[in-house]
């Protein structure tokens, strides 16, 4: 498969990413990637960073069910504020949701324009200092450069401050984000202790012992896995925090303990598969039809618990 036939494939929607419903608006909004971010941060506010904008948690700002798809975030913001979607809301008047829905909303608008783009499940280095904190952005292709860009449409500039970022989250650098791909590979070959891979959270909020480690780098690449394949699915925590479970995906379930010798094979050929998606695009949808235990279950990608 050529790199045209790569591209013409992340330049349509998913089920997850159709706004079709707001095409009008779609169509009307700019194609500047620079704009995009901005509607979309002016829309979404992230449930971790609620307290450092000063404010409260409110249900009536989140989306019901145990996934929001694009459209249902779109529906959601229009109901909280009337106007324009292009107008940034302020923070108590925007829909409450995760990293997820920061990259795969700006992914839908830029899909919905045919620009290719794709979300990302990985780690992000700017977080805290020497770990590699769960986090989702997007990729583009810049016709321009002839390249994807990675974009971390979540950094709004009160978040690049606090976080004293020093570079772009238009145009994120090397090593400043970590595909689950990548990650799996570190923490296989040792290179890196796989316990600096996870999220911050305390763990006990969700019946676990740790949230860092070889399985939580495991969930993000099947999560990574299946976004490549255009299912855009949730966080670990999303679930848990609704309290659903993980336990109809068996890859993601299973400790670690118990994978078995072709568990690890197939895993570690996802890894190698993702870390240069464009070159074995092929074989990339071909494993994923293949086995079953790489695709979501419905019930995860449901909208209805």
């Given at each position: 498969?050529n790199?045209?036939?790569?591209?013409?494939?992340?330049s349509?929607?998913?089920s997850?990413?159709?706004?079709?419903?707001?095409?009008?608006f779609?169509d009307?909004l700019?194609?500047?990637?620079?704009?995009?971010a901005?509607v979309?941060?002016?829309?979404?506010?992230?449930?971790?960073w609620?307290?450092?904008?000063?404010?409260?948690?409110?249900?009536?700002?989140?989306?019901p069910g145990?996934i929001?798809?694009?459209?249902?975030?779109?529906?959601?913001?229009?109901?909280?504020?009337?106007?324009?979607?292009?107008i940034?809301?302020?923070?108590?008047?925007?829909?409450?949701?995760?990293?997820?829905?920061?990259?795969?909303?700006?992914?839908?608008?830029?899909?919905?324009?045919?620009i290719p783009?794709?979300?990302?499940?990985?780690?992000?280095a700017?977080f805290a200092?020497?770990?590699?904190?769960?986090?989702w952005?997007?990729?583009?292709?810049d016709?321009?450069?002839?390249?994807?860009?990675r974009?971390?449409?979540?950094?709004?500039?009160f978040q690049?401050?606090?976080?004293?970022?020093n570079?772009?989250?238009?145009?994120?650098?090397?090593g400043?984000?970590?595909?689950?791909?990548?990650?799996?590979?570190?923490?296989r070959?040792?290179?890196?202790d796989?316990?600096?891979?996870?999220?911050?959270?305390n763990?006990?909020?969700?019946g676990?012992?740790?949230?860092?480690?070889?399985?939580?780098?495991?969930g993000?690449?099947?999560?990574?896995f299946?976004?490549l394949?255009?299912?855009?699915?949730?966080?670990?925590?999303?679930?848990?925090g609704?309290?659903?479970?993980?336990?109809?995906?068996?890859l993601?379930?299973?400790?670690?303990?118990?994978?078995?010798p072709?568990?690890?094979e197939i895993?570690?050929?996802?890894?190698?598969?993702?870390c240069?998606?464009?070159?074995h695009?092929e074989?990339?949808?071909?494993?994923?039809?293949?086995?079953?235990?790489?695709?979501?279950p419905?019930d995860?990608?449901s909208?209805e618990?």
């Amino acid at each position: 498969m050529n790199q045209h036939e790569v591209l013409d494939c992340y330049s349509e929607p998913s089920s997850i990413t159709d706004i079709s419903k707001y095409g009008e608006f779609a169509d009307w909004l700019t194609d500047d990637v620079r704009a995009i971010a901005q509607v979309v941060q002016g829309i979404l506010i992230h449930d971790a960073w609620l307290k450092r904008y000063g404010i409260a948690y409110h249900k009536e700002q989140t989306c019901p069910g145990p996934i929001a798809y694009m459209e249902d975030i779109l529906e959601k913001a229009g109901e909280l504020d009337t106007s324009s979607l292009a107008i940034p809301r302020s923070p108590d008047k925007r829909v409450i949701g995760c990293c997820r829905e920061f990259a795969t909303l700006f992914c839908a608008i830029l899909r919905y324009k045919g620009i290719p783009a794709r979300s990302r499940c990985g780690f992000g280095a700017y977080f805290a200092p020497g770990y590699y904190e769960d986090h989702w952005i997007c990729e583009y292709w810049d016709r321009a450069r002839g390249c994807w860009v990675r974009v971390d449409p979540q950094m709004d500039p009160f978040q690049q401050s606090y976080l004293g970022l020093n570079f772009s989250p238009l145009d994120i650098p090397d090593g400043a984000f970590v595909t689950s791909g990548e990650a799996w590979k570190l923490c296989r070959d040792k290179v890196v202790d796989a316990q600096r891979f996870g999220i911050s959270d305390n763990p006990h909020d969700f019946g676990l012992e740790t949230l860092y480690g070889l399985w939580f780098v495991r969930g993000n690449l099947l999560r990574d896995f299946a976004a490549l394949n255009k299912i855009e699915t949730v966080p670990l925590l999303i679930r848990l925090g609704k309290h659903l479970t993980w336990d109809s995906w068996r890859l993601v379930a299973l400790r670690d303990c118990e994978l078995t010798p072709i568990d690890y094979e197939i895993l570690d050929q996802v890894a190698k598969l993702s870390c240069d998606p464009d070159h074995h695009f092929e074989e990339l949808l071909s494993i994923y039809r293949e086995y079953r235990d790489l695709q979501p279950p419905d019930d995860i990608i449901s909208r209805e618990c």
